[in-house]
């Protein structure tokens, strides 16, 4: 396999394709995925004072303009999605795994105080449903499945699904299953 960027990884995602850079462009005209190109930017110019900068500023644009609040520091691994544009919250100590979907509404924030004080820790292919809160000091196992609406605010195991509010966990050995696709290795 070729040495694909981030970027191309996280565009694979959407399209099942590897795309060239102008390939890359054109899709842009989507909001999430230019979203999350403008984002990889100031991810990957944050040592760079005048890059840094600029798109720190073009990503505030962004983010006013689409209703994402996704910064640089936030860690979050290759083959990235975002479901629907609108509305998303996620706290810059948050990090997040490869190969990971969030929907609209959701919150990923951190936890000013109590036993769980601190910013989550999402591992890889993990599926975010719609108005999902994941908040405090937690860590989200591999192939996990949050249902629309949960609220999560402890430790889930790998390969479960989480439902409801206050949330439970069903242990799913194949939780994502159809709903992660065209995984990035």
Same mark, same amino acid.
């Given at each position: 396999?070729?040495?694909?960027?981030?970027?191309?990884?996280?565009?694979?995602?959407?399209?099942?394709?590897?795309?060239?850079?102008?390939?890359?462009?054109?899709?842009?005209?989507?909001?999430?995925?230019?979203?999350?190109?403008?984002?990889?930017?100031?991810?990957?110019?944050?040592?760079?004072?005048?890059?840094?900068?600029?798109?720190?500023?073009?990503?505030?644009?962004?983010?006013?303009?689409?209703?994402?609040?996704?910064?640089?520091?936030?860690?979050?691994?290759?083959?990235?999605?975002?479901?629907?544009? !609108? @509305?998303?919250? +996620?706290?810059?100590?948050?990090? #997040? *795994?490869? =190969?990971?979907? %969030?929907?609209?509404?959701? $919150? /990923? &924030?951190?936890?000013?105080?109590?036993?769980?004080? !601190? @910013?989550?820790? +999402?591992?890889?292919?993990?599926? #975010? *449903?719609? =108005?999902?809160? %994941?908040?405090?000091?937690? $860590? /989200? &196992?591999?192939?996990?499945?949050?249902?629309?609406?949960?609220?999560?605010?402890?430790?889930?195991?790998?390969?479960?699904?989480?439902?409801?509010?206050?949330?439970?966990?069903?242990?799913?050995?194949?939780?994502?299953?159809?709903?992660?696709?065209?995984?990035?290795?």
């Amino acid at each position: 396999m070729a040495d694909y960027s981030i970027i191309q990884k996280d565009f694979y995602r959407e399209s099942g394709k590897w795309l060239s850079t102008f390939e890359i462009w054109k899709k842009c005209i989507n909001p999430n995925l230019h979203f999350v190109y403008i984002l990889r930017k100031a991810q990957k110019y944050q040592k760079s004072p005048l890059l840094n900068t600029f798109w720190r500023i073009v990503l505030r644009h962004y983010q006013i303009k689409y209703g994402f609040q996704i910064y640089p520091e936030t860690q979050i691994g290759e083959g990235f999605y975002l479901g629907h544009w !609108g @509305s998303l919250v +996620i706290n810059p100590k948050t990090v #997040i *795994g490869k =190969n990971c979907n %969030i929907a609209q509404g959701v $919150t /990923i &924030g951190q936890q000013n105080r109590g036993k769980n004080e !601190g @910013s989550p820790i +999402i591992g890889d292919e993990v599926w #975010i *449903g719609t =108005n999902a809160v %994941i908040v405090g000091a937690i $860590t /989200i &196992g591999n192939n996990v499945l949050i249902v629309p609406n949960s609220y999560v605010n402890f430790d889930v195991p790998p390969n479960s699904v989480v439902i409801g509010n206050p949330a439970k966990i069903i242990p799913t050995p194949n939780a994502t299953m159809d709903y992660i696709n065209r995984k990035v290795q």
